[in-house]
């Protein structure tokens, strides 16, 4: 995609923290992200649990729970700043112009309403279609996502589709208000290894057919390989490498995208899978300097002093690590 | 669908029969009603002997449980030892005067209860939120005969804006049903408030609400479409039940008011160790609850199509 491409989505310098105990203790869940994706891009997120890939998710839609806020940044998408549009537009914002996929298709959808009722709702909020033509979108949208006589289906209950239908199903109404964006909160990690497959294709080709942009979260490497353009590493709250999928996997600079790669097991493969030691941070009490320092091989004085700058590459790789600053310096 | 209403109805019986011995064992743990004759002066042993005879508590136990349930089967529960009637035609003569006193208490604890407690878990922690628990805190823990001389206290005695004992001829009397009602829709309220809350709580925080949330929909329609259609079951469950209890066991408020209502039958039967009449109403009662929960599961299919369709 390297033709004149609009930027769809660009986060910048974005903090959301979550409050505790009546403000005493704060957790910085997302903690000065930047990043931006193209019109008809894919861009993975990737982290281990709790370093803030669904914090990031939901406040694209500027929806974090209750005890969660977003504190400075902006999120540009399609030209205004959601930060500061009002409660109502970001309602008709999300659904219309950009959906969500959740992580448990067995949870997703009410039980007591009709597929068509739930896959008909953003169609019928936010674009205001109505009657005949209501039910041939959702036929069609069914038919998108390779449900089998939809015409049918889509009269039955949740409980009546296995969890791969309902996952698909959930494709569908992120699709139905006709969204810019997507973004996939691990999608697959609930479905079973032979429907997983099957989904991403999915998943590949309505993006293919329809354009739209997607963010795709996962902690599974081999899935950002297959599926996207471009990937982002989370560790505690920031990013701490991106560019293309090509220069991660070729070249990685951060000794934890180095990690997280050496750790994807390999077919024939004999020797015992490499673990990164040690446990992801309290995003409550971080340590000092780089977060990532005391799981670090290479961690130096400098990086439990001080935090490490983000360095960048002159393709577009970005890496926030002391060794990166060498790195740069030494070309 | 028939096969699930055969199981239910096999179940109810056995539950029926299960109450019918457990109620008739009960009273007769309270001692010989005959024996009450003591109190009055020159009544001797003979006396005594002949009255247990005549009310049939002579017989074994066996003998007498087997002659009840027969009754019961062919709907009759017997004579009243105290009023020497028919406990059948007593309770009728009652039951309409609970009916209307149980459908106000009924339709005060859900209009209280049901929109205070989506309030709650609407705006959890907030305000409302302190009001609503507040109140079902004092719901159910004031007991309800408290509450009822409350308002005997300020507004029949006090005030002296309602009548506060008995009920009056005709049966649109609503002066009379006012605190009553009160009293005893104030602990049901409670209960509501609670069971809404919590219910809707859990709701709430349910992925595909958030789902709901991340489609865009307005917030109305993500509460009262999805989440208020799916907290529902729980409360039409104790709703029902809550019914039938105030309708048959509503004993502290109708003696307090002298509401002439079955819940006083069964007080002055408990008193004056009247076996029939106490073994009726409990009987009836147990019927009737038998018969909403078979009702409210019924009910059940038609909000949920996931039950609606097992069947």
């Known amino acids: 995609m390297v033709t004149a491409t609009k930027t769809l989505l660009k986060v910048k310098d974005l903090y959301a923290q979550f409050t505790g105990f009546g403000g005493a203790r704060v957790v910085r869940a997302i903690d000065g992200i930047n990043f931006s994706l193209d019109q008809g891009e894919t861009m993975g997120l990737v982290g281990e649990s709790g ?94 996502v390779r449900i089998p006589s939809p015409e049918v289906r889509m009269r039955e209950f949740p409980h009546q589709m296995s969890g791969g239908m309902r996952q698909r199903i959930v494709g569908a109404i992120s699709l139905s208000g006709g969204p810019k964006l997507i973004v996939a909160d691990e999608p697959t990690t609930n479905l079973d290894v032979t429907i997983q497959l099957q989904y991403l294709n999915l998943l590949r080709d309505l993006q293919q057919e329809t354009g739209v942009s997607l963010i795709f979260v996962t902690h599974n490497l081999g899935i950002v390989a297959k599926m996207c353009d471009k990937v982002a590493v989370m560790y505690a709250g920031k990013i701490v490498e991106q560019g293309s999928v090509r220069d991660i996997y070729n070249n990685p600079r951060h000794p934890y995208t180095q990690a997280l790669i050496q750790s994807i097991p390999r077919l024939g493969n004999k020797d015992p899978l490499y673990v990164i030691p040690g446990q992801p941070p309290n995003l409550a009490e971080l340590p000092t300097g780089c977060a990532f320092h005391p799981r670090c091989p290479f961690a130096t004085e400098k990086c439990i002093n001080e935090e490490p700058p983000y360095v960048s590459f002159g393709d577009g790789q970005e890496s926030k690590c002391w060794l990166s600053v060498e790195d740069a310096k030494n070309g | 669908m028939k096969t699930f209403i055969a199981k239910r109805l096999l179940s109810s019986l056995v539950t029926l029969l299960v109450l019918s011995m457990i109620i008739f064992a009960l009273v007769r743990a309270s001692g010989n009603p005959a024996e009450l004759l003591y109190e009055y002066p020159g009544a001797r042993e003979e006396d005594i002997a002949r009255q247990t005879a005549a009310w049939g508590l002579d017989k074994s136990w066996p003998e007498q449980y087997v002659s009840f349930v027969w009754n019961i089967a062919r709907f009759d529960y ?234």
């Not at chain 1, 949870?107 to 009722?117: E, G, N, Q, R, Y």
């Open chain 2, 78 to 311: 017997g004579q009243s030892f105290q009023y020497g009637t028919s406990v059948r035609s007593l309770y009728f003569d009652r039951l309409p005067n609970s009916l209307l006193l149980a459908f106000w208490a009924f339709l005060i604890s859900m209009v209280i209860g049901i929109p205070l407690g989506i309030m709650s878990a609407v705006k959890v922690d907030s305000w409302w939120d302190s009001v609503g628990k507040t109140f079902a805190l004092l719901g159910l823990s004031v007991p309800s005969f408290f509450v009822a001389l409350l308002l005997v206290l300020l507004f029949g005695v006090k005030l002296e804006w309602l009548p506060f004992l008995g009920k009056a001829e005709g049966f649109f009397d609503w002066q009379h049903l006012i605190l009553p009602s009160l009293a005893l829709g104030w602990f049901f309220s409670g209960a509501m408030l609670r069971l809404t809350r919590s219910s809707m709580l859990e709701v709430l925080g349910s992925e595909y609400i958030k789902l709901c949330r991340l489609k865009g929909l307005p917030e109305t329609v993500v509460i009262v479409k999805h989440a208020l259609k799916n907290s529902f079951i729980p409360v039409l469950t104790l709703a029902a039940v809550n019914l039938v209890v105030m309708i048959n066991v509503a004993v502290v408020v109708e003696v307090v008011f002298s509401w002439p209502g079955i819940g006083r039958l069964l007080y002055d039967g408990l008193i004056n160790r009247d076996f029939p009449l106490v073994q009726g109403v409990v009987v009836m009662a147990g019927v009737m609850i038998v018969g909403t929960n078979f009702v409210v599961d019924v009910l059940y299919g038609y909000l949920d199509p996931r039950i609606r369709l097992t069947r």
């Open chain 1, 51 to 144: 370093c803030g890939k669904t914090t990031t998710c939901h406040a694209i839609f500027r929806l974090l729970p209750p005890a969660g806020r977003i504190v400075s940044g902006s999120i540009e998408f399609d030209g205004q700043d959601l930060m500061q549009v009002s409660d109502g537009e970001m309602r008709n914002i999300r659904g219309r112009d950009m959906g969500m996929i959740l992580q448990d298709p067995m949870a997703s959808l009410d039980p007591l309403f009709t597929i068509m009722d739930q896959v008909a709702e953003p169609a019928h909020h936010h674009r205001g279609i109505r009657g005949g033509t209501l039910r041939e979108r959702v036929v069609d949208l069914l038919r998108s």
